[in-house]
């Protein structure tokens, strides 16, 4: 199936979500632009508003008018967000009231005890249920000197970090063994821009001054790289694609797709605002997405096109997604005829003919998106059940998928 066109990539929801968390800790109007919508990014519109916050649509803007952290509501909700989760409890655990963080869906089955250990760390109350949602919580935070692991998600130091420079003292946390540092650079690039100054030490030791404040100010959210990866991919092995709306000075992770395309083969044209991938025969690859675990999904798809086996490091960071999500690939793309075996930390796909079966996408947003893309493999569309996955990152990916394809 050939696939020819030019996508506009939807804003980037990490960028989104920590930039509307942030705004709402401000005393002024923040004005959001070039913004786009999906399911995480509304929970935490919903849970701003539940701060006080003031929200009006104006366009491709949004703008916001926060009093600070002024809590009147004691019951949110994070939606399906893990994001939203870890950064707004430590944000409530800033005040001495009772508040209580639940989930919908798959954050329901996620693991919340980092979110836990981390809080009690800092002097709150706070408990879970046997390790998961909801969690209860009661501050003040206390600030401190304390130590955190970063293995698992730095999403947990990126909700201290933004907490923490309104504590009544100054703070420093230690991190064992943080992964996924570009979205801790992503962090601190917002919190700057927003009037707050942090320091750190080689991303082992952040120094967090207190009793900062935040400033209102205007922010423009930039393209989102990690749907862009599935189209840039797509165009890598089924036709010509052009992406547009992507920051090739990026802090976002997934920006390395560019650097793995190359290295299969793949033509890659740069430009200012845009990225072209074009069809050629590809190689296998090697890569270590240790830091940047979400291109695993377009990954696998390139790797599908591959002559030869393809390595990819940091199967580890997959295990507490929005499914297991090494396993559901193996299992669903091992019914595409796909092979896809775990080596330690690696896991390795041979390249070959796809057939077609339907795909369960169990929930997870990423593995329905790698899936459309496996249809062009195919040459025929593939039924996937549970689509609406894509819903929580990127709602217009298959409208995007088939108007390539009529291009």
Not at 247 to 257: F, M, T, Y
Request: charged residues 25%.
């Amino acid at each position: 199936m050939y696939s020819r066109g030019k996508i506009y990539a939807p804003a980037s929801k990490s960028y989104f979500q920590r930039a509307m968390a942030i705004a709402s800790l401000t005393k002024g109007i923040t004005v959001l632009k070039n913004v786009s919508w999906c399911d995480d990014t509304l929970a935490v519109k919903l849970m701003i508003r539940q701060l006080g916050s003031i929200i009006r649509k104006k366009g491709r803007n949004l703008v916001i008018e926060s009093n600070g952290l002024i809590l009147n509501e004691s019951v949110f909700n994070a939606g399906e967000s893990g994001l939203a989760l870890r950064m707004f409890a430590p944000v409530l655990a800033m005040t001495d009231k009772n508040v209580v963080i639940r989930g919908d869906g798959s954050l329901k089955k996620r693991p919340a005890g980092q979110v836990t250990d981390a809080l009690s760390r800092f002097g709150v109350g706070v408990s879970d249920n046997n390790g998961f949602l909801p969690l209860k919580i009661k501050g003040p935070v206390k600030p401190g000197i304390v130590k955190i692991d970063g293995s698992l998600t730095s999403q947990v130091l990126t909700g201290l970090l933004i907490a923490l420079p309104l504590a009544a003292g100054d703070s420093e946390i230690i991190v064992d063994n943080l992964k996924s540092k570009p979205y801790i650079d992503m962090t601190l690039e917002i919190i700057n821009h927003f009037g707050v100054d942090i320091k750190h030490d080689n991303y082992q030791r952040f120094f967090i001054k207190g009793n900062q404040k935040y400033k209102a100010t205007d922010y423009s959210i930039e393209g989102d790289w990690s749907g862009a990866a599935f189209f840039l991919v797509a165009g890598a092995v089924s036709g010509e694609v052009e992406v547009f709306n992507l920051d090739l000075n990026s802090k976002q992770a997934d920006k390395r797709i560019i650097d793995v395309l190359k290295s299969a083969g793949a033509d890659v044209v740069t430009k200012s605002d845009s990225v072209i991938v074009k069809k050629k025969d590809l190689e296998a690859f090697e890569f270590d997405a240790t830091d940047c675990p979400d291109l695993f999904p377009p990954l696998v798809c390139l790797a599908a096109a591959c002559k030869g086996t393809s390595v990819i490091k940091g199967v580890s960071r997959l295990k507490h997604k929005e499914s297991d999500r090494a396993t559901i690939l193996q299992k669903e793309f091992g019914n595409l005829g796909l092979r896809i075996n775990f080596r330690d930390d690696l896991m390795e796909v041979t390249g070959g003919k796809i057939n077609i079966s339907a795909v369960d996408s169990h929930g997870d947003h990423r593995i329905a998106m790698a899936a459309g893309v496996m249809s062009l493999l195919s040459g025929k569309e593939i039924v996937i059940n549970g689509e609406e996955a894509v819903n929580k990152s990127y709602p217009g990916f298959f409208d995007d998928l088939k108007a390539l394809q009529r291009q």
